[in-house]
């Protein structure tokens, strides 16, 4: 059965929407994580595979924007998953799934930093550019600059305020969950996650007018 969760994850990370186990379409409502992890641990692979479906694209998103290279984090996000599938046997719902994830995470990128002796922050950064039907080309080119702005930006901030910042954004959690994920308090969290907006928002309204 782990073998078939780890083919669901072998393939390059694929942006995709929420799914629910049919049983639960039928029922009218959708299992939680901590609910899907233990039918998964009992044997369930379909739940697992709701579970990956449903923490696909921010997971990806959060090691994408903290490694900044398209490899490293894939390399990462497979890692993750693995560790997700070998931990179902033991696992317990004692903290959300989201915070469990995170944690992993968060601890397989710091590892992967141990590992490689330093963290190089190359600026292949996977853009995602969505257009719409309609766009003006100078609205496409705002909204280019803008990225570049935000990207340059997050590069710039220490590693513990980025980390917090695209916790926050990319994969929803609330302070208390950060902080259980980072090894800190709520208050350092919050300190780190003010910060990081402040200069966010500094750099992306401290630039020059478009002629």
Not at 89 to 96: G, I, L
Not at 146 to 169: I, N, V, Y
């Amino acid at each position: 059965m782990a073998a078939s969760a780890e083919t669901v994850v072998r393939s390059r990370p694929a942006l995709c929407s929420d799914a629910t186990l049919p049983y639960a379409r039928a029922m009218g409502h959708t299992p939680d994580d901590s609910a899907l992890m233990l039918r998964y641990k009992d044997g369930d692979i379909a739940a697992f595979e709701t579970l990956y479906r449903r923490h696909n694209d921010p997971l990806y998103r959060y090691l994408l924007r903290l490694c900044r290279h398209r490899d490293t984090a894939e390399d990462i996000f497979q890692e993750v998953w693995g560790k997700i599938v070998k931990s179902r046997a033991s696992y317990r719902p004692t903290a959300k799934f989201t915070t469990f994830l995170y944690r992993v995470a968060h601890n397989c990128f710091i590892d992967h930093v141990r590992r490689n002796k330093r963290h190089t922050n190359s600026a292949e950064l996977d853009a995602e550019s969505h257009s719409h039907p309609g766009e003006q080309p100078e609205t496409l080119t705002e909204r280019s600059l803008a990225k570049e702005r935000l990207s340059k930006a997050l590069l710039e901030l220490p590693d513990e305020q980025r980390d917090t910042f695209l916790l926050h954004e990319e994969a929803g959690l609330n302070l208390d969950q950060i902080a259980a994920v980072t090894g800190s308090n709520r208050e350092t969290a919050k300190s780190r996650l003010r910060y990081a907006v402040t200069k966010l928002r500094a750099a992306l309204d401290d630039h020059p007018e478009r002629p």
